[in-house]
């Protein structure tokens, strides 16, 4: 992480443009510009800055949005829900789809079932999001009339039409991410299915559904965690643009038109809040070995 | 005296040889060489100027036809694909809009293994420089690729120079994590301890025997880097933050398809269809490459 701060502060400072210059605007005389530029503390040397800059940050201070005029802090709490909701109706429409497809392509392995779902996994890593976004759209909304094409509705407005309009960006998003998971958990059932444990729970006379979710799902579900929280990277990516493709106001939204306005404050906050989201929840599934697997002891 | 064997000019006809036997290899080969003869040869295969903007006909549907005014008389043109709200010959856009794909693609691909390449033998052959860069490469790849390669272009000025670069900067890492993994096998193999006891020098050593193992792996990671760097730069132009909005480019042209999407889908069906199917062989070349070039990934993913 401190790389990554370290990195994300120089990323905006080593810009050609002067940003005094830019919150002033073309209008402002050179007087202002010293003016803002000394509130912000920008004549000061660059270690100094960054001393400043990542305090500022652990107190919870984020900076003041150029463009917007406002404290990034309050925009990044507003956008948060959306995307937050979007975020976690993805991982658990992934998992449900994901996992029953890759058991049971591990179990029927050679069949035309494993490769349907083998087939349908590189499908889904080609295909990038928006353009399933679009398909999802005109098929369900536009054609079939059965969801809303775009928008947002936040939960505290109805339980229903927050639903309603999360189904299909969440749909597009956990397509990239059901082919990853699909797969990581065919390989690692089908390594389990034949360890010797499961030939004796067989022998037991266990049924087969018993046998593929006690003692293969189980054994198998560490490598699926962990895919599950490297993917937190695409899943980050494909916020950005799946809010873009359905008019979602999140956080994804805030980075593009906050590029688009060189707001970097915003810029900064959103990329190391993205980034602390992706190592925290990566701590959280290095934690979970435990829980999952009794054998691993920190 | 008995004749050996040349071990290398066999060995390498049988490369050729399982190449061209592999399903995968042959599938996404043809589709790709496809689309490349689509871009190369894009002025001949009837289009027209895909700038020309014409505002009397403006939103056609795919299949439009409309006659054209000639030197002689008149002619007939068809727009095959339909024309956007400024009047553009969509499918001439979709065709000159591989070219910017294909060349991101391939000078992603490239860059990105060659910086991965040196900095990754370097830190998996010289202690002293590995914990510093492996450090370096954890903080860049703990934040997402996508996300990286945004902020990178908000930096300079939109152009493809630009884009390349942002879409380079996030793949290193992984190349690097990769041929370094491969340095640190090699370098306990006997091989090489035996050209270190011959006293060969360091960068003869990493030249010779050490760099050659590293060829098959990259190969695969190069069609993969190239793959994903496709569908990142479509992205960013979606976005509006990547090629400039007048150049030709799947994304451009899907970007400016949006607002009008629910009316005149056909703006970005086209293009869809293009960049999925392109990447498709991409990805489906890149398997094969796998299982033939390097066994040993297979069970990686």
């Known amino acids: ?298 | 005296m008995l004749a050996l064997p040349r071990p290398a000019a066999p060995a390498r006809a049988g490369t050729a040889r399982r190449l061209a036997r592999n399903r995968s290899v042959v599938l996404g080969g043809i589709v790709l060489a496809l689309i490349v003869l689509a871009g190369l040869l894009a002025p001949l295969l009837g289009t027209t100027d895909p700038a020309q903007i014409d505002p009397s006909y403006r939103n056609k549907v795919p299949g439009f036809e409309r006659t054209v005014r000639t030197v002689g008389g008149e002619a007939r043109f068809t727009h095959w694909m339909g024309t956007d709200s400024l009047g553009r010959d969509v499918y001439s856009r979709v065709v000159y809009g591989a070219r910017v794909s294909l060349i991101i693609g391939v000078a992603v691909a490239l860059l990105s293994v060659t910086i991965g390449l040196v900095i990754g033998v370097l830190a998996g052959y010289l202690r002293w420089l590995d914990s510093i860069v492996m450090r370096v490469m954890d903080g860049l790849m703990a934040v997402p690729a996508i996300l990286l390669a945004i902020a990178l272009v908000s930096l300079a000025s939109a152009g493809l120079r630009t884009v390349i670069i942002a879409i380079v900067i996030p793949e290193i890492p992984r190349v690097v994590r990769l041929v370094r993994s491969v340095v640190l096998s090699i370098r306990e193999e006997p091989y090489v301890e035996a050209a270190v006891a011959l006293g060969a020098p360091t960068p003869l050593l990493l030249l010779r025997h050490v760099l050659p193992g590293t060829v098959p792996p990259l190969i695969v990671q190069g069609t993969y880097v190239c793959a994903s760097a496709i569908v990142v730069e479509a992205i960013l132009s979606f976005l509006g933050i990547g090629i400039p909005p007048q150049t030709p480019t799947w994304g451009n042209i899907m970007a400016e398809g949006r607002a009008l999407f629910r009316v005149f889908p056909h703006n970005i069906l086209f293009p869809s269809i293009f960049l999925s199917l392109t990447v498709l062989a991409v990805n489906i070349l890149g398997d094969g490459l796998r299982d033939t070039l390097d066994p040993r990934m297979r069970k990686r993913l």
Request: some cysteine; overall charge neutral.
């Open chain 1, 1 to 298: 992480m401190g790389v990554v701060a370290v990195f994300v502060f120089l990323l905006v400072r080593l810009t050609t443009g002067d940003p005094a210059a830019i919150i002033a605007g073309d209008a402002a005389t050179s007087q202002q510009v010293a003016e803002i530029r000394a509130k912000l503390g920008l004549e000061r040397p660059i270690p100094q800055q960054f001393v400043i800059w990542l305090g500022n940050i652990l107190t919870g201070d984020l900076g003041e949005s150029f463009f917007f005029k406002k404290p990034v802090a309050e925009l990044i709490v507003d956008r948060l829900e959306p995307t937050a909701a979007l975020a976690v109706c993805t991982v658990l429409l992934a998992v449900a789809i994901a996992v029953p497809l890759g058991v049971t392509a591990a179990y029927r392995q050679g069949t035309w079932i494993d490769r349907f779902v083998m087939g349908l996994s590189v499908l889904g890593f080609s295909v990038p999001a928006f353009v399933i976004g679009y398909a999802l759209i005109y098929v369900f909304a536009i054609q079939l009339g059965w969801l809303p094409v775009q928008g947002y509705q936040r939960l505290g407005e109805g339980f229903g039409g927050f639903i309603e309009r999360l189904m299909l960006p969440s749909l597009t998003l956990s397509v990239i991410f059901v082919a990853l998971i699909a797969r990581i958990t065919r390989t690692s059932v089908l390594e389990v299915l034949g360890a010797d444990y499961v030939r004796t729970a067989r022998a037991k006379g266990l049924g087969d559904l018993s046998v593929l979710l006690r003692h293969a799902l189980r054994n198998a579900a560490v490598p699926i965690v962990t895919v599950i929280g490297l993917g937190i990277a695409l899943l980050i990516g494909g916020v950005v643009v799946t809010e873009s493709v359905f008019s979602i106001p999140g956080l994804g939204r805030l980075t593009v038109d906050a590029v688009l306005a060189r707001d970097y404050p915003t810029v900064q906050a959103v990329v190391l809040l993205f980034s602390f989201a992706y190592v925290l929840i990566n701590l959280l599934v290095d934690l979970s070995y435990t829980v999952l697997d009794p054998r691993i002891r920190y």
